[in-house]
């Protein structure tokens, strides 16, 4: 075992390990990339992770600086998980702390997975409502900040967190809180880096006022810390909404005080299968106004995929050539909107299928949802890695985008077969490559940049659901203004003067260095 290793060993409670199998163990997550650790750490504590970034810190002021990453579950798409340094591995921080069923209020360390979580909760009848895996941390929900399928409806992460713990990069822990103008004055004046950080962001906000309501205002995407905007509301600060979104570039996520909200346990599904999209898009308006909890399109080929595997799909796929899928679920009031649904049947065209959540339809819809996994699984003749996925798309650009897609599937000889939430605005092309293709990075890095393009051009974000990481950072910073490069730069730098936090991820990513490591064999995870 190395000095480093050791050291750390003897400073934490939890365990410390730089032996080959478990460094290769934590060298990839859900991306196209593979980057191998020097030191893998699980604390198991706070406290354990204050030692190690206080170690770190200590180090890097003497020139000797240790990239660290934070880890959640390893379900990243873009690479965030991954770093050549130490990754500090939150699975042992996965305790539900304490919860108040009257207010609805629970504090839980950040290992734990949405799925612990809500099965804890749903003892008091309580849930917090996100639509994206449930093997996620709540520490990954938040610094990724996602887009999932329940958004449109419920959110997302944002909306359900009170107040969080973080320990930054010198090893102080940072519990944040909206303070009153007269408090950030009073915190600014602390000789500490918590205070040193509520009075730059103070400062940076105030002298950045106009770019940053410019952001607010027009900015669909998540490179960066775009969410610094929600940080001053008059004279008060509340450093919280700055970390989401910041994929570990600022500090250690280690607790978290969330707001739950109570079960809806009537949910009804509907399916409806058209051939043509313009249709299928005034389905999906009309399913939107009802404020479904999930609204979903797919193209029918990711279906006809599943069917092939197995799946009993005909009554959806029927002898479809080309069409769309739309998929929805409602949670509250459903007999007058199931209703409304049965109404408008008779006005559909005749060879759309529609199907309303019964008894004698339940399993059909439980396969339907099935699909998409075969679908991102299906590892016959390539891999169907994430490059163009968690992209914001208007809805009045998407008829547009889907005719755009159809010339790029041309150009690339790639099968992009879209699918996402209309709900939450947030779509995804998986198309598979052959990760052991010599020209894999070349092609891979094409795609990027011309799904970038055209989603650009059609007035979404490339980011729009999820942040750039270390894959979409290749386009992302390129395309984003200096100005905005600068205040996002100083933000870094006020919380991470060493710019030891993932500095490899999002505006600190080398393009050269991300293409260099494009994975050249499958990945063992499977892709959800």
């Known amino acids: 075992m190395g000095k480093v290793a050791k050291y750390l060993n003897q400073l934490t409670i939890g365990n410390v390990f730089d032996s080959p199998d478990v460094l290769e163990a934590y060298a990839q997550d859900l991306s196209a990339i593979k980057v191998k650790p020097k030191i893998v750490a699980l604390p198991e504590s706070t406290e354990d992770i204050r030692k190690i970034m206080r170690f770190c810190y200590q180090l890097a002021g003497k020139g000797v600086h240790i990239p660290v990453t934070v880890r959640g579950s390893g379900l990243d798409e873009m690479g965030a998980d991954l770093t050549n340094g130490l990754v500090i591995s939150t699975e042992k921080l996965d305790r539900l702390l304490e919860s108040d069923k009257r207010e609805r209020l629970v504090r839980v360390q950040a290992g734990i997975t949405l799925k612990e979580l809500n099965t804890a909760l749903s003892i008091h009848a309580l849930t917090i409502p996100i639509g994206g895996h449930e093997n996620e941390t709540i520490g990954g929900l938040i610094s990724n900040c996602p887009s999932d399928n329940y958004s449109g409806k419920y959110g997302g992460i944002m909306n359900y967190v009170e107040r969080i713990e973080v320990v930054l990069p010198n090893g102080d822990v940072l519990q944040t809180n909206r303070l009153s103008g007269h408090n950030v004055s009073k915190k600014a004046k602390e000789k500490t880096l918590e205070g040193n950080v509520y009075k730059k962001i103070s400062e940076i906000i105030n002298a950045n006022g106009d770019l940053i309501k410019e952001i607010y205002k027009n900015n669909n995407g998540s490179a960066g810390y775009p969410m610094v905007s929600q940080a001053k509301k008059g004279s008060s600060v509340d450093l919280t909404p700055i970390f989401f979104g910041a994929q570990g570039t600022l500090g250690v996520i280690t607790e978290v005080i969330l707001r739950a909200v109570p079960i809806k346990s009537q949910v009804k599904r509907v399916v409806a299968t058209f051939e043509d999209f313009d249709v299928a898009q005034k389905f999906l308006d009309l399913l939107n106004d009802m404020k479904p909890k999930e609204l979903n399109v797919y193209d029918i080929k990711i279906t006809k995929i599943a ?19 739309v998929f929805a679920k409602f949670d509250s009031h459903n007999g007058s909107r199931l209703r409304k649904i049965q109404s408008i049947r008779k006005v559909l065209p005749k060879n759309t299928q529609l199907i309303i959540e019964s008894p004698k339809t339940e399993a059909k819809i439980n396969e339907f949802e099935n699909s998409l996994v075969i679908f991102l699984n299906s590892t016959r003749s390539g891999e169907r890695v994430p490059l163009v996925t968690d992209f914001y798309l208007p809805s009045s650009s998407l008829a547009r985008f889907i005719e755009d897609l159809k010339m790029l599937e041309d150009a690339l000889k790639l099968d992009l077969s879209l699918y996402g939430s209309y709900s939450a605005s947030n779509y995804h092309l998986r198309p598979k490559f052959k990760v052991d293709d010599p020209d894999f990075s070349k092609k891979a890095v094409s795609f990027l940049r011309t799904g970038a393009y055209i989603i650009e051009h059609e007035g979404g974000s490339i980011t729009g659901g999820s942040p750039e990481g270390r894959v979409k950072a290749i386009v992302t910073n390129e395309e984003m203004s200096e100005s905005e490069k600068s205040l996002y730069t100083a933000i870094k730098q006020i919380f991470d003067r060493y710019g030891i936090m ?12 991300t293409i260099t490591h494009f994975r050249t064999s499958s990945s063992s995870k499977v892709m959800v």
Not at 502 to 513: E, Q, T, Y
Request: charged letters at 35%; hydrophobic letters at 30%; aromatic letters at 6%.
């Open 307 to 325: 069917e092939e595997s197995g799946k009993r799909l005909s009554e959806i796929t029927r002898k479809m050539d080309s069409g769309y899928v």
């Open 502 to 513: 993932n500095p490899a991820v999002k505006l600190g990513a080398d393009s050269r260095f």
